[in-house]
């Protein structure tokens, strides 16, 4: 089983700054790609960023330019770096993983439970 656990979530104002992280545990062989998708009240959740494991980067066209995800492929975590934030960031950030895992082949999409950021003033 693979768990994704995110962190870095709060309250903060409009044109601030947050990071998150998001780390991958449990029995994992190998993880080809990960990054965050989000949820506002009442939407579609879309896709934020991702990375894969050679560093290959893509963003929502509404944070290009202000957030950036990173990878550290040794701890099998992600990060994402929040700046100038929005009244329309604000929603709940899941990570997530494209993962093979030990004793199977093929890839599986896996998501953490979320972690909420609300920008307010």
């Known amino acids: 089983q693979v768990q994704l656990v995110e962190s870095g979530g709060g309250l903060v104002q409009p044109g601030g700054s947050l990071r998150l992280s998001c780390a991958a545990s449990?029995?994992?062989?190998?993880?080809?790609?990960m990054g965050w998708d989000r949820q506002a009240p009442g939407k579609q959740r879309e896709l934020v960023a991702r990375?894969?494991?050679?560093?290959?980067?893509n963003y929502a066209d509404s944070v290009k330019g202000r957030f950036t995800i990173s990878g550290d492929n040794a701890k099998n975590t992600t990060y994402l770096q929040m700046n100038s934030l929005k009244f329309e960031d604000t929603a709940v950030y899941y990570c997530?993983?494209?993962?093979?895992?030990?004793?199977?082949?093929?890839?599986?999409?896996?998501w953490g439970q979320g972690t909420q950021v609300t920008v307010s003033s």
């Open positions: 997530y993983g494209n993962v093979r895992t030990v004793g199977l082949w093929a890839l599986r999409d896996y």
């Open positions: 449990g029995s994992i062989f190998s993880i080809n790609r």
């Open positions: 990375i894969t494991s050679g560093g290959s980067t």
